[in-house]
């Protein structure tokens, strides 16, 4: 009696341990499938505007039983078009949807669907293959509120002459009708942004435009603005460009000279590695002086809408001038040139640790030690228009101060590629060396500048 009732009880052993491991795996498969997670929708959409044509990428994702249906309208006036309709495959009852995660394109032309301008919804409806719901799965819905504009910006140019020099300055003043606009002056591909400009009319733009050392001629010069739609609108003006010959000097590098100046200069490079004296300079005359350069004009991003300089331009006092803007030097060692470059700026030399100017009112952005530039400063005069001063031997301003014209920043010295004494000046507009002599002219300032701001003024009071 006793052998079969172990022999009963070993039997009901295994059939429950049958059962559990049957059951076990139905269970986790059940709550898999019943899994209530839900998908998700990632809209690649910056603003809330949607132009003329429009791409929009639209990543959906559900990591547990996959994507089943996806379906997205533009509801408007009423009327649901449909922009994307798509079921995704099934893999089976133990995997559940085929596709976990897929990226959809979708290209937008209201003018195709036949929408008009002004608000719409854009409405998004994304299912999995979880058994909840009745089989139907977890569903995510998602509105987003949207602006149709497929109508481009107007663009009234308001001064149309441009007279200007090749390496000079310009500035263009011109009405945009319609806000939160990107606009500027496009001189050959090179942009400069345009400002709200100091005038009661809130559409009125003005933007500082230069052409560089090598523009005698532009192939395209325009007023673009696009609106946060994306859509574009250029006008023209009529211009003139004064083709200007710039001076080619040699320099003469001397190995007392490279001594001296070399070891301000780290390279990097592995330890034990070794460069000639000569290639060194060639690297820092040439690689280094682009990357600073680069730097130094990239300042103009940081511009404010205020003038803070009124008239002429000051040089820095009892000086002589040593070199000149756009000089086309060729370095000569040891008989040989190894290497050109322009001089983009002008030398003024005065006695040794001349105290310098501020050449005009504005606001100091920039104090550094900058490479060949040695220990340079920045000051921004607004709207796009920057002074440089570089060489110094110290500083007595500091970033955000406010300085007035005549105002001392610091000293001239030999820090940089400096060979003597001295201060480099510069004046850059937006990312673009220009010509000082134009800004130490009180009459070309106020024939090229100052007489349009004034005329657009009193035309719009």
Request: net charge positive; proline share 3%.
């Amino acid at each position: 009696m006793k052998a079969n009732s172990n022999k009963k009880k070993i039997v009901l052993k295994l059939i429950l341990l049958t059962c559990l491991l049957t059951l076990i795996p139905i269970i986790w498969w059940l709550l898999v499938m019943l899994e209530g997670g839900k998908p998700s929708i990632e809209l690649d959409l910056a603003g809330r505007f949607i132009g003329e044509s429009q791409e929009i990428n639209i990543k959906v994702s559900d990591k547990e039983t996959g994507i089943r249906k996806l379906w997205i309208g533009l509801y408007k006036n009423g009327r649901e078009h449909i922009l994307e309709k798509k079921e995704f495959p099934f893999a089976g009852f133990i995997k559940g949807g085929a596709v976990h995660e897929d990226s959809i394109n979708l290209f937008i032309e209201p003018k195709k669907l036949g929408t008009t301008d002004g608000k719409a919804i854009l409405r998004m409806f994304i299912s999995d293959y979880s058994w909840r719901g009745w089989w139907h799965g977890n569903k995510t819905y998602v509105e987003k509120e949207v602006v149709i504009d497929t109508l481009p910006p107007e663009v009234d140019i308001i001064t149309r002459n441009q007279n200007m020099n090749q390496g000079g300055s310009g500035l263009v003043i011109y009405r945009v009708l319609e806000s939160g606009t990107k606009n500027g002056v496009y001189v050959d591909g090179n942009f400069f942004p345009g400002h709200k400009g100091p005038f009661k009319d809130e559409n009125i733009c003005m933007s500082f435009f230069a052409l560089n050392h090598k523009q005698g001629e532009v192939k395209e010069l325009f007023v673009q603005a696009v609106d946060q739609a994306g859509n574009t609108a250029r006008a023209g003006f009529s211009y003139h460009i004064n083709k200007k010959r710039f001076k080619k000097d040699v320099i003469n590098i001397s190995d007392k000279f490279l001594n001296w100046k070399m070891p301000e200069f780290y390279l990097g490079g592995s330890k034990g590695s070794k460069i000639s004296i000569e290639d060194k300079f060639i690297k820092v005359n040439r690689v280094i002086r682009s990357s600073n350069s680069n730097k130094l004009t990239g300042l103009g991003e940081k511009t404010e809408n205020s003038i803070y300089w009124d008239g002429a331009f000051l040089r820095l006092p009892r000086s002589a001038k040593k070199a000149g803007y756009a000089d086309y030097r060729s370095y000569q060692y040891k008989g040989r040139i190894i290497d050109r470059q322009y001089h983009l700026g002008v030398d003024l030399a005065s006695v040794a640790h001349s105290p310098i100017p501020s050449a005009n009112g504005g606001k100091v952005i920039f104090t550094e030690k900058t490479g060949i530039f040695g220990k340079t400063i920045v000051i921004d005069h607004g709207f796009g228009l920057l002074s440089l001063y570089s060489h110094l031997s110290s500083f007595k301003v500091k970033p955000g101060d406010i300085v007035s014209k005549g105002d001392i920043l610091g000293h001239t010295g030999v820090t940089g590629l400096a060979g003597g004494d001295h201060l480099h000046f510069g004046m850059i507009v937006h990312n673009t060396f220009v010509n000082p002599i134009e800004w130490w002219d009180a009459t070309w300032i106020k024939n090229n500048i100052q007489s349009k701001i004034n005329n657009v003024k009193l035309s719009a009071e």
